[in-house]
C-alpha cells in the first residue's frame, strides 16, 4: 500500500531516505538548500518535514504547518526543533538515536589516541619542515582510566571499544547503569566527583539539559588530574569552554578534544591557539555509515507511523 503525503527534506541526507520514501509513494521534496524564509512560505504543503542539523524548525514555523503530522530529525539531538510548539498542535517528532552510536564512540576512541600521542605535534612540524619525534614523546591507552559520564548508547559503545584496549572504565549516570554492562567492561560506578579525581580521560555523553549546563566547569576542573583530558562529543555548552582554556593554557589540564561548542558553527575559536587541543565541527555522527544507518531508520519510522503501527 501507497502513501500519498508530501514530505518537505530540509537538509542534506542520505539518498536512502529519499528512495525508501518514494517507493512508499511518498511525495519527497528534496531542498536541501532552503532557507527558513522559504520554510515559513511553504511549510503549510507538507505532512512531514524532514531535517538534520542545518535548519532549525521553529515555534513560527510550525505555527503555520498546518497539514504536518511529523516532524523527524535524522539524527540524535533534537535541540534544533521546537518540541513544545510541536507538542502543542499535535505532530510527532521522531529520530534515529541508533545512527550516531558507533560513529561517535569510534570518532572519541581516535581523539584520545591522537591526544596521547601528541599527533598533532608531529604533524604540524612536518608540514612546518621540522621533525618532531621527541616532541611526541606521548602515552598508551593501556591501563588509563577513562570516566564516562553519561552512559547511554554512546558511553556504553565508547566503554565496550575502550575496554577491548585494556582501559579502567570508570562510570557515572543520574539514572541506575546497566548491571550486565558493567560486568562486561567490569565498570567501576562512581559519583561524579571521585570519576573527575581518578581519570586519565573524561569522556561526556549526556544531553545538554539545565542541570547538564556547564556541568563541567572551573571548579570541577580544579579537581581533575593536571595530566588528564577531557573529551566532549555530546553538545557545546556542557563543558565551560572559557574555564577549559584557562586550565589548559595554565597548565592545570593536559588538554581537551572538542566536536561540539557553545556557539556553532565556530571557526577559529580561541581553544585553537592551544597545541594539546583538538577541534572537530560536530562530525560525530559524520560517517557515511552513520548516515545512512540514521536515514534507514527514520524511513522506516516514518512508514510505520503512516500504516499506524507505531
Ligand atoms: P542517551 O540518551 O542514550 O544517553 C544519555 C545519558 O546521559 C543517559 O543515560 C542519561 O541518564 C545520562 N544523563 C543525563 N543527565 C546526566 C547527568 N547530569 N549526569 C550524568 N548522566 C546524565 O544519548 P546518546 O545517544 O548516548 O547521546 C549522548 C549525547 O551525544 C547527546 O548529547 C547527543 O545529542 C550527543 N550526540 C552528539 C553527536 C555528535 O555529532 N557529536 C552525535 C550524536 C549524539
Redesign the pocket.
Known sequence: MGFDDSVLICDTVDPLLNKILDDNGLKVSYEPEITPEQILEKITNFNIVIVRSRTTITKEMIDKADNCKIIARV???LDNIDLEAAKAKNIRVINA?EG??NA?AELVIGLMFTLARNVKVGDMGIRNNEWPKKEMLGTELKGKYLGI???????KRLGRLARALNMNIIG????PIDEEFAKEVGLMKAD?DTLLQSADYVSI?????D??YH?IDAKKMSTMKKTARIIN???GGVVDEDALYDAIKSGNLGGAAL??FEKEPAPGHKLSELKNVILTP????QTKEAQSLAANVIAEKIVQILRGVI
Open positions: 539524527g540524535v539531538g538515536v550516531a552510536m561517535v559520564i553519561g552512559l547511554g548508547n554512546i558511553g557515572f549516570d543520574v539514572m561524579l555523553h549526556v544531553p545538554l539539559l542541570s547538564t556541568l562529543t555530546s553538545r566536536d561540539v560536530h562530525a560525530g555522527a
